[in-house]
């Protein structure tokens, strides 16, 4: 069974960067897709982006579409969040989470309940 651990999360400026990475213990990472979901407090968890196997296609949530930049080096075991360009409103709890099933372009329309697998979260706070 693979674990998820999620790293980099923190408080930065509007306009700043952040890379969030996600570390997975166990065997078989290249068959999982990849993706990150956020949640704000009182607000549903919404998709950020998600990630093929191979890591050649990903598809990216509206709000995260030309600032983040989802990654994985398979070789790692590690998926990575890289988000630029901050505004107040990505401040959140960024989760990882992973799934051997769902197609990468099903993550952009399922619901996340049905993904197999979640990290803890990471806190990311973005200052005005």
């Known amino acids: 069974q693979v674990q998820l651990v999620e790293s980099g999360g923190g408080l930065v400026q509007a306009g700043g960067s952040l890379r969030l990475s996600c570390a997975a213990s166990g065997r078989s990472f290249n068959s999982y897709v990849m993706g990150w979901f956020r949640q704000a407090p009182g607000l549903a968890r919404e998709f950020v982006a998600a990630?093929?196997?191979?890591?050649?296609?990903?598809y990216y949530g509206d709000s995260a579409k030309g600032r983040f930049t989802i990654s994985r080096d398979n070789a790692k075991n590690t998926v990575y969040l890289q988000m630029n360009s901050l505004k107040p409103e990505d401040t959140a709890v960024y989760y990882c989470?992973?799934?051997?099933?769902?197609?990468?372009?099903?993550?952009?329309?399922?619901?996340?309940?049905?993904?197999?697998?979640w990290g803890q979260g990471t806190l990311v706070t973005v200052s005005s």
């Open positions: 989470a992973a799934d051997p099933l769902l197609s990468v372009e099903g993550w952009l329309s399922t619901n996340y309940r049905f993904l197999q697998l």
């Open positions: 990630i093929n196997r191979g890591g050649a296609n990903a």
